[in-house]
C-alpha cells in the first residue's frame, strides 16, 4: 500500500489541525469578547446585546445556510466554510484598522465576527461526520481533543499577552489564526456526499416545519438544550466578570478557562471507548448533568481556588456534550439531513447566546454577578431534566443504531 492510499484512509491528523485551528479562533473571539470589549469603552449591558444580536443572526442564517449545504447541487461545507473564513479575516482587518477609532465600527465588525465564527461551527462538525459517513478513516475524539488543548493553550497564553501588552492583541490574534486556519482548510481532503437529484430534492424540499414533522421528539429536546446552553453562555461570556467577584483578573481569567478545557482532554481522547459502552444518547444526557453541576458549583465557590476546581466538571459537561450531540444527532438523522441537524444543535447554542447574552449583562449591571450565576444554575437544572426525558422518549422511538468503532 503505497503512502497517498494510506493519506486517504487516515484524515485523523488533517480534521486534527481543521479543529484545531477553529477552536484557537473561537477562544479569541468568543472566550475575550468581554475583556476587548470592555476595554473598548462598552458596558456589560452593551456587549449582552452585541452578542445576542450576533447569536440572532447566525440563529436565522444557519438553518438556511445548512438547508442549501444539504442539497445535492450545493457548494461543499468546505468551500462555505473557506468562504465565510475570508469574510471573517476581511471583518478582523477591518477592525484592526479602525481600532480605538470607531465605536460603531468596533460594533459592527466585532460583532460580525463574532457572528461568523458561532456560523461555522456546525460546518467544522459537518466535515468530520460525512468524511466518517464515507468510510474515511477518522477519529473524531482525538480531532475534537486537538481542538480543545489549543482552545486551552490559547485561552491561558493570550490571558498572559493581554495582562501585559494590552487588549489589542485580541484582534491581531484573531487575524493571525483565521489565516493559518484557512490555510489548512485547504489542505484538507474534502468531497461532498453525491445524493440522487430525484430523492434528495424531494427530501430537501421541506423546512423547518418538515423537518419539526420528522424529528419532533429531537425537537423537543433542542428546547433542553437551549437552557443548558444559556448556563455555558452565560459562564463562558460573563467569565470576566466572574474572575473578577472572586478575587482575580484576566491572567485568572486565561487561567480558570485552560483548566476547562485541559479537562476535557481525557473525555475526548476516551470517547471512543465511552461509545464502544454506552449509545450516544446516554452519554448526551448524562452531560447535562454535569452542565448542572458546574453551574451550581461557579455559583457556589468562594474564591479562585474553589472556582478553580469546579473547573473540572468540564470533562462531563462541555467535552461529553459536544461529541455526543455530533454521534447522537448521526445515530437518528437520515443522511439527507444531518448538516440540518448539527445545525440545529448549534442553533440551539445561538439562540441560547442570544437570550443568555442580553439579559445576563443586563442581570449583571442591575442585581450583580451573583444573580447572573444563581440564574445560570437554574437553567441548567431545567434543561437538564428536559433533555433527560426527551433523550428516553426517544429511545423507545429509536431508529437502528449507527454502531461505532474506534475509526467513526
Given at each position: 500500500m503505497n503512502s497517498k492510499?494510506?493519506?486517504?484512509?487516515?484524515?485523523t491528523f488533517s480534521y486534527s489541525l481543521v479543529q484545531a485551528f477553529y477552536w484557537m479562533n473561537y477562544a479569541c473571539i468568543i472566550g475575550y469578547a468581554s475583556v476587548y470589549l470592555l476595554s473598548a469603552g462598552f458596558t456589560n449591558t452593551q456587549i449582552g446585546v452585541l452578542m445576542a444580536?450576533?447569536?440572532?443572526?447566525?440563529?436565522?442564517?444557519?438553518?438556511?445556510?445548512?438547508?442549501?449545504?444539504?442539497?445535492?447541487?450545493?457548494?461543499?461545507?468546505?468551500?462555505?466554510?473557506?468562504?465565510?473564513?475570508?469574510?471573517?479575516?476581511?471583518?478582523t482587518g477591518v477592525l484592526l484598522a479602525f481600532s480605538g477609532r470607531s465605536k460603531i465600527i468596533t460594533l459592527v465588525t466585532y460583532g460580525s465576527v463574532l457572528m461568523l465564527v458561532q456560523l461555522l461551527t456546525p460546518f467544522i462538525y459537518s466535515m468530520g461526520i460525512?468524511?466518517?459517513?464515507?468510510?474515511?478513516?477518522?477519529?473524531?475524539?482525538?480531532?475534537?481533543?486537538?481542538?480543545?488543548?489549543?482552545?486551552?493553550?490559547?485561552?491561558?497564553?493570550?490571558?498572559?499577552i493581554v495582562a501585559g501588552i494590552g487588549e489589542h492583541s485580541v484582534p491581531v490574534c484573531v487575524l493571525l489564526f483565521i489565516l493559518i486556519f484557512s490555510l489548512y482548510l485547504t489542505r484538507f481532503p474534502f468531497k461532498k456526499t453525491a445524493v440522487s437529484g430525484a430523492a434528495g430534492e424531494q427530501e430537501h424540499s421541506g423546512g423547518l416545519l418538515y423537518f419539526y414533522k420528522k424529528y419532533r421528539i429531537f425537537c423537543f429536546t433542542l428546547i433542553g438544550c437551549i437552557f443548558i446552553f444559556i448556563s455555558h453562555v452565560l459562564l463562558n461570556t460573563f467569565a470576566f466578570q466572574i474572575i473578577s467577584i472572586k478575587g482575580g483578573g484576566s491572567s485568572e481569567?486565561?487561567?480558570?478557562?485552560?483548566?476547562?478545557?485541559?479537562c476535557e482532554l481525557p473525555t475526548l481522547l476516551c470517547f471512543t471507548y465511552l461509545i464502544r459502552r454506552f449509545r450516544a444518547s446516554t452519554l448526551f444526557w448524562i452531560s447535562g448533568v454535569f452542565f448542572a453541576l458546574k453551574a451550581i458549583g461557579s455559583f457556589l465557590a468562594p474564591d479562585i481556588p474553589s472556582y478553580f476546581t469546579v473547573q473540572v466538571t468540564q470533562m462531563g459537561a462541555?467535552?461529553?456534550?459536544?461529541v455526543s450531540a455530533v454521534y447522537y444527532v448521526n445515530s437518528i438523522m437520515d443522511p439527507r439531513d444531518a448538516i440540518k441537524g448539527q445545525a440545529y444543535v448549534t442553533t440551539a447554542y445561538t439562540a441560547a447566546s442570544v437570550f443568555g447574552s442580553l439579559f445576563g449583562g443586563t442581570l449583571i449591571d442591575i442585581a450583580g454577578v451573583n444573580s447572573m450565576l444563581l440564574f445560570s444554575a437554574g437553567s441548567a437544572m431545567i434543561g437538564m431534566f428536559i433533555i433527560f426525558v426527551s433523550v428516553q422518549a426517544g429511545e423507545r422511538q429509536r431508529k437502528a443504531y449507527i454502531p461505532a468503532s474506534d475509526e467513526v
Open positions: 492510499n494510506v493519506l486517504q484512509k487516515s484524515l444580536v450576533s447569536g440572532a443572526v447566525c440563529t436565522v442564517l444557519q438553518p438556511v445556510i445548512a438547508g442549501y449545504a444539504d442539497r445535492p447541487d450545493s457548494l461543499s461545507i468546505k468551500k462555505l466554510t473557506f468562504l465565510v473564513s475570508v469574510l471573517m479575516a476581511a471583518m460525512e468524511s466518517m459517513n464515507q468510510g474515511k478513516k477518522l477519529n473524531y475524539g482525538i480531532s475534537k481533543a486537538m481542538g480543545s488543548l489549543s482552545y486551552a493553550v490559547t485561552v491561558y497564553a493570550l490571558g498572559i481569567m486565561g487561567s480558570a478557562m485552560s483548566i476547562a478545557a485541559v462541555w467535552a461529553l456534550n459536544s
